[in-house]
C-alpha cells in the first residue's frame, strides 16, 4: 500500500526506494528527500540516471501538472543532501559509539562480529581495503551475518569525521545510530550506482564494476 510509481520507469517502487518531488513557489522543482513537504507530489526511482532522465524529457511538469522547471543541478544537489545526510549520522553513531576507526580496529571489529558495515575512503589503498575485504569474506565463510562495504568518501570527508588526517577505514557497530548509518549510505550507493542492489562490495563472487 505504501508503493509510489515512477514517473520516469513508470515501475511501482517502496517509498523508500524513491525521492518525493514537489513544486516549490517560484516554480522550481525540489526534492523532498524527508516526505514532509506539503502540496501535489510525484515520485522517481532514487538514481542518478533517473532524476537526470525526468529533467531531461520534463516530466516533472508533467507529473505535477504545472509549469515548472527542474535545475540544471538537482541531481547533484541531491547527492549533495544525502551525503550531508550519510556524514551527520556517521557523528551521530560516532557519538553513540557505535563507531570504530583504523584499519586494527575495524578488522577486529569484523572478526569478532560486532561490525555491521565498513567504510573506506574512496581513495584508500588497494591493499588496506583487500585485507578488510578477507576479514569479512571469512566471517561470512564461517555462517556469520553479511558484513556490508562501503567507498562513498573520500578521504579529507573521512578524516573530517573524527579530526584524525590518517582516518582511511571506519566499523559502524550494531545499534539505532549505526543502523541509520547503514541505511543512509545504502540510498547513497544505490543513487550513484543503482546495479550494485546492497550487495557485498568488493566480493570477487559478485563484483561488476570497478571502484
Known sequence: MNDRTCIVTR????????????????????ADLKGRLPGRGCWVTASRECIEKAIAKKAFARALKADVKAPADLADSIEAQMVAGLVGMINMARKAGQIVMGGAKVDAAIRSGKAVAVFHAVDAAADGVRKLDQARFAV???????????????????????????????????????????????????YRNPAKGGRMAGDPAKETDTE
Open 140 to 190: 561470512a565463510a564461517a555462517g556469520g551475518d553479511e558484513i556490508l562495504s562501503f567507498r562513498l568518501l573520500p578521504s579529507e570527508e573521512m578524516a573530517a569525521i573524527s579530526g584524525d588526517r590518517n582516518l582511511i577505514h571506519l566499523a559502524v557497530l550494531a545499534g539505532q545510530a549505526g543502523e541509520g548509518v547503514v541505511k543512509r549510505a545504502k540510498i547513497l550507493d544505490s
Open 11 to 30: 515501475q511501482c517502487l517502496a517509498a523508500d526506494q524513491m525521492i518525493r518531488f514537489v513544486a516549490a513557489p517560484d516554480g522550481t522543482v525540489v
